[in-house]
T-cell receptor, first 114, second 109 residues
């Protein structure tokens, strides 16, 4: 069982749609992450939140908009995505940022853009 | 920019054979972590190494951090079918966290 919960597990959307991915953790972690993973590739860091504030944006296109409403929740708002954005989107959390703590991953949302 | 390369990219072994994956960073890492991702699954943390030259064991898995803290290895003794998956090293230069390119392990029964 994963301690980081992501919904939905699968999402199919058109290029003009707006949707959101959700992530929740109740481990008291203060760092949360969004990663994008294409098939047979490593996870690529997109965003890092530390104490509910955006601390790193890895030059992600503005059609991806992260939000951290509170210390347990992380959202990723999607708008006007492109077919190349089809991928597995992983959320993770750790006790703090700095890369010195293990990251706990959710099962991911498998996103397909038509 | 930061690069963390792993070799080999793919490895097929007979069950019972040993397996090793190597991780090399272009910069010094404060620590290195190893993750395993089963097919269709998500990365799962295995271990963290912090000290130069550190060696840690978990049952049949042996992890090593290089003296210069720029490389690491994972060795599995007598592989089993449950070892199937992709093994990633990962390390932080600062607050970022970069995954290595990964080694995909297939174990043939």
């Amino acid at each position: 069982d994963t301690e980081v919960t992501q919904t939905p597990k699968h999402l199919v959307m058109g290029m003009t749609n707006k949707k959101s991915l959700k992530c929740e953790q109740h481990m008291g972690h203060r760092a949360m992450y969004w990663y994008k993973q294409k098939a047979k590739k490593p996870p690529e860091l997109m965003f890092v939140y530390s104490y509910e504030k955006l601390s790193i944006n890895e030059s992600v296109p503005s059609r991806f908009s992260p939000e951290c409403p509170n210390s347990s929740l992380l959202n990723l708002h999607l708008h006007a995505l492109q077919p190349e954005d089809s991928a597995l989107y992983l959320c993770a959390s750790s006790q703090s940022v700095g890369g010195r703590q293990p990251q706990h991953f959710g099962d991911g949302t498998r996103l397909s853009i038509l | 920019g930061q690069q963390v390369m792993q070799i080999p990219q793919y490895q097929h072994v007979q069950e019972g054979e040993d397996f090793t994956t190597y991780c090399n960073s272009s910069t010094t890492l404060s620590n290195i972590q190893w993750y395993k991702q089963r097919p269709g699954g998500h990365p799962v943390f295995l271990i963290q190494l912090v000290k130069s030259g550190e060696v840690k064991k978990q049952k049949r898995l042996t992890f090593q951090f290089g003296e210069a803290k720029k490389n690491s290895s994972l060795h599995i003794t007598a592989t089993q079918t449950t070892d199937v998956g992709t093994y990633f090293c990962a390390g932080p230069p600062g607050n970022q966290f970069y995954f290595g390119t990964g080694t995909s392990l297939t174990v043939i029964p």
